[in-house]
């Protein structure tokens, strides 16, 4: 498989104190708790290590099916207190997530519009996606992801977060349309993948419901697309293997875009 | 590439509280924040997340260049005062690995030995190494992975950390062996990529030095390769993509083997 | 009240990684974040810091009324899920714990046996109880504290925690003796104010249960007491204050002995 | 001592996910581990605890000297490299300094303005605190503490923090009008014992270099002082307890003040 050489782009975002992420889940900490020097050995040897303090759904992450519940269930009817355990959930946590590698579409809206990146706050239509889909084939099982430009806004975390702007992303029809196309997995780069309308937050997340607890999709968060999208990249390899946490809603992930042949 | 089915290993140990782990490391930890029906928003929708405290060297992970210095320097001559931070290494850290994905080596050592895994404290030889490589070629640039068998043994911490009676794992001789050979990557099951002899403890870790201070090649541990050994799968393209923790001395990964044709 | 001198005595235990405590519970860890240099200001100013990890119920702390239910239910016959929110008990907590300043009495049950600290596994009588309050008076409102010499055992973790051997404290019995005399508070040097049988580990924890759910008197563990019990003390003026954190089911807490006079 | 009756103040701000802080530490996050009913046992007891991550200058607390250096170098002349380790600072932490159990004068500024709180950005002068200091005596060895009002303030995080408009509090010659007094401790309710003028957030810290550095004297902070401004006390018992965390440069502490008489 490797013979002719492979392109592969990094789809995370670099993770650190201060990077952009929802108040709603624990701020991100890294930290050196032994620095070289502090213990050495008699031979000479040193090793520095840190502590990681962070939350599931910080930085480039993948949400589980247990992450959201509508009217008291999750996804298949489950009550949730059944589930629930002090390590977490006992089904449907993203430790049930088979590592994803498999084809994947990107459907570019931002180049619908022509824009860089779509405006705070706007909602991806149906019809938005059908342009960004013409002739690209979606398929049952498919990852499909969404191009907002919004990676590139990624460095400034009062935008990104959109807590009075609002975010770009698909509202209730788009939403449908995504999950009537089944595939295994959906997702983009904004820190939710809804449409958030300007000084309304997360007051509700209907593409969640739509995808986690009535269609058993799960959603990608946050990655970094721009460089796809620069490269007008519709259809690749995607791997998506969050870390295994047993039980938890979900997981960082560092996901990779492959395509054959030799990077430029 | 998809084409023709793919066939998918998911080489990473799950990650729990109780998990073996180096003392050394903070103790993982995962914990639920918001349940469901803590917080029920006005459309019925309510989220659960987590917490998560952890060590970059905890469950299966990849070391970093800056995780070990010898006599006062890192790889390159490096002093790690000049590189060290409260956001961690401004350089050597686990973001400066770029994500692997490529051609892989399995070296089984314990199929040379006949047997389902190693004792604890046995000393992969050069020998052991070049019996296992028969047939394969390795090649600069390459992962090389030995197999121990010792993912078997995950389920006994006190076995798997090995604190009495040690962990199987390259000498000396073999980890000279092994970067001679210029792979990109090495690795394996065992809790360190060294041999522990009984009763030593993390005394010394002569192979962490060889690669990781001399030859500048980076360290996956605590890999889950017994479904690889018992498949006989000796050439795999490996998937290797630690989170993206800047300054970090390393990070957790899910690597994947990833083959052609579906899996039996 | 301080023109004459006043005798302090520290009753907490240092708090470091490694020190006992009950594997229920999270592990403390310090760990500097910023070092001294790190960051300078203009003026040549530099500040270091740290991140703390730790559970409410890790070195000397105080137990809520929250922190043990039986049957479903807490003090006072509350349900507990009324209660709970992500974050934490909305009454019940350890910031529902006034400081108490006032009378303390302490029962030194380790010098009716003659001995400097009771066996592992050793029961707490009646008996006991009454031997060691002959000549000191108990009233209702006070605070009442079991000597059992256990703070002298504090630096060998495993038998300090009493995995195997059992720890020494007070029986059904003596309990209900205690929770009749309506003390505020009561408490001593061991990792729970139980009597925990060799092999049992913390299977049940009736004196819990007898204080907490059914009297509604708080604990305090794993306190410093053997400079009291050699200085033959037995009345003092006890500062127990446990950090405020709202909701939690306990908290750290650094008590004091005070009395009137200059310290030897 | 207690015979009398006791009057007792609560001079800590309770600790909460979002409490104001200084955003150079950790944020405080407390979360419930296990809830009742997560495990029960066979009696039908049930336990809940939680997590806590902090840092050590986080609500109320007291600064170790260890805290700051200036051009390189702590109290005493000591050089931070020598006494920096992985468990923190081997001497000058917060566990060198003795629980104070003792005389404290508090000096109500804003009262002197005739003002609840004083405004952002004032500086606190020795005609101040002169003023303030009228009619009582501050002797070596004792607490002083400086009334601002600004615990008032706590339940604004923003304005408290002063980010942008600045926080109340001595300047230079007030620091060293206070130092020259001897005292064992300083402190006050802002997020630092500073004035900090409008726009310009930590950028220097010239009271924590004359305490800490130059005089040895430690600081508290963020304390909950507006009950005692406006009981009109000036002279109390302070008990000033922090946190034994070895090796810490600050812990929380519940400081509470103490009067004879019963509290009307």
Redesign the interface.
């Known amino acids: 498989?490797?013979q002719d050489g492979?392109r592969?782009y990094?789809l995370?975002?670099?993770?650190?104190?201060g990077m952009p992420q929802s108040p709603?889940?624990?701020?991100f900490?890294?930290?050196?708790?032994?620095?070289?020097?502090?213990?050495v050995?008699?031979?000479?040897?040193?090793?520095?290590?840190?502590?990681?303090?962070?939350?599931?759904?910080v930085?480039t992450h993948v949400d589980a099916l247990?992450?959201?519940?509508?009217?008291?269930l999750?996804y298949g009817g489950a009550d949730?207190?059944d589930l629930?355990?002090?390590?977490?959930?006992s089904s449907l946590g993203i430790?049930s997530f088979?590592?994803y590698?498999?084809?994947c579409v990107l459907l570019d809206v931002a180049r619908v519009h022509g824009a860089d990146f779509l405006p705070p706050g706007y909602e991806v239509s149906v019809a938005d996606l059908e342009a960004a889909a013409e002739g690209v084939e979606i398929r049952a099982g498919d990852a499909v992801l969404i191009g907002t430009g919004w990676s590139r806004v990624w460095h400034d975390p009062g935008r990104f977060t959109g807590q009075t702007a609002g975010v770009p992303g698909p509202g209730v029809e788009a939403g449908r349309w995504l999950a009537e196309r089944r595939p295994r997995v959906v997702g983009g780069e904004t820190i939710a993948f809804e449409h958030i309308a300007p000084e309304r937050g997360h007051?509700?997340?209907?593409v969640?419901?739509i995808m986690l607890v009535e269609s058993g999709i799960n959603i990608v968060e946050t990655m970094r697309l721009h460089e796809l999208l620069d490269a007008g990249v519709h259809e690749f390899?995607l791997?998506l293997?969050?870390?295994?946490?047993?039980?938890?809603?979900?997981a960082?992930?560092?996901?990779?875009a492959?395509l054959?042949g030799e990077r430029a």
Do not use: Y
Request: no cysteine.
């Open positions: 498989m490797w492979l592969v990094d995370a975002q670099p993770m650190r104190r709603n889940h624990p701020p900490r890294m930290l050196l708790e032994r620095r070289h020097g502090d213990v050995r008699a031979d000479g040897g040193s090793a520095a290590n840190e502590l990681i303090v962070t939350g599931g759904h930085g247990a992450h959201v519940s509508h009217d008291g999750l949730p207190a629930t355990t002090n390590d977490g959930f430790d088979d590592p590698v498999g084809r007051a509700a997340l209907p969640h419901r390899l791997v293997n969050p870390l295994p946490i047993v039980g938890a809603t979900g960082p992930v560092r996901p990779l492959v054959p």
